[in-house]
């Protein structure tokens, strides 16, 4: 009998390790869906960005209030990770507070947990103030209703439990150690849970004991179901940030891509004597419609997207009553993306089903209204491009269905036939410096 806790946590660990790596399957076989890149340059630049963006979060203190608290609940939640690794042990040996052989570092550890626990805590609630009080704009768009509004707010309770039934475990547990319960050995420093123990001052030990195991198996069990949870939820950039940060974008802002395929063809159009690689095959498609026409970067980038809205913010397009919005872009690349996936998983392959992210999720509205300033690029705290997947959907209705609007289609035709944009002629070009 005294083994069956002990049994019952192994099989919630597995149980939720087996999951989480399920799911971490999946999302690996999804991006894998995109087309490959060289992204193996620059990689001193690359990991000094990951030191300085992802572990640094220099890009968050860009907007100090949020930008700190994040910090806060960023170091709490790696810091606290060591206490983890204890209740990890603990369950399986059925030990008690292993690592309190460490003497007094235990005891600092234990309480630099506890001031970051009510720090994470205090960094939480203030968040859930700001966007469910407080209504801060960027939470509050059209594309935030439903699940995404759902989905920030139950991050936010869970963090707030899981703070809560840590101090409480503490607590009890540091009652347990002053009335000598067996089991419960003198160990670590409770600076805050102490402010708890005045509560439960009276009650008995058995009761003690129950409330303290109540909070550890919810404690753990909630930090098990949270991991899974992360699959489903924006919060996925968690374990994402790091490496969409080491291949994000390296070269200048204003630099685009340049397609070989259409330079190639470009030369061949413009030397006739050229001759064309004999066997070498025509590309299948110019741009993209769909995610599967998008790269591994591309699709790595929207399932970090994590919908903080900075991206939109900064918009001038969005800021002038346009609907683009840029997290909606990789909103619903993600969207479409986990759509394939779900299609992957029940057919063996994807079946064609008569969907694209083009029209059926992101409007031709949208992909115009962009003035590619790189704004949002410029924003996102964790190097994400929708840049990059707009032009890839413009580069396809230009060149694949001539469906650009009617202002650009006059500037390209007059860069075919003058050279330039405007309708003049080359030999009327300098008739400006003739006239009085």
Known sequence: MQFIPNILFIIALISGIGYFISNSRKLIRNIKLGYKTDNSDHKKERWKNVVRIALGQSKMVVRPVSGILH??????????????????????????????????????????????????????????IRRNIQKIKRFWNPEMKGWPKKDANFILYFEMFLMIFFLIMNATDHQLQQIGSTHYNEAGMFPISQFITPLIDNFSETTLIIIERSAWWLHILGIIVFLNYLYFSKHLHILLAFPNVYYGKINPMGKFEILESVTKEVKLMMDPSAIPVEGEEAPAKFGASDVLDLSRIQLLNAYTCTECGRCTDVCPANQTGKKLSP????????????????????????????????????????????????????????????????????????????????????????????GAPWPFNQMDRLNWKNEN
Request: charged share 20%; proline share 3%; aromatic share 8%.
């Open 327 to 418: 997290r909606k872009i990789m909103m619903d690349t993600r969207d479409r993306l986990e759509e394939i996936g779900k299609n992957i998983d029940k057919n063996g392959i994807f079946i064609p089903d008569n969907k694209q992210l083009l029209d059926d999720y992101i409007t031709r509205e949208e992909l115009w209204a962009c003035t590619t300033c790189h704004a949002c690029v410029e924003a996102c705290p964790v190097s994400i491009d929708p840049l990059s997947i707009i032009m890839d959907m413009r580069q396809y209705l230009v060149m694949e269905q001539s469906a650009a609007p009617n202002e650009l289609n006059i500037a390209m035709t007059n860069i075919e036939n003058n």
């Open 71 to 128: 910090i806060i609940v960023y170091a709490g939640f790696l810091i606290i990770n060591i206490e983890v690794m204890e209740i990890v042990i603990d369950g399986i040996l059925g030990t008690h507070r292993i690592f309190s052989g460490a003497g007094i570092l235990y005891d600092y550890l234990i309480a630099s947990f506890e001031i970051l626990a009510i720090l994470v805590l205090i960094g939480v609630i203030i968040f859930w």
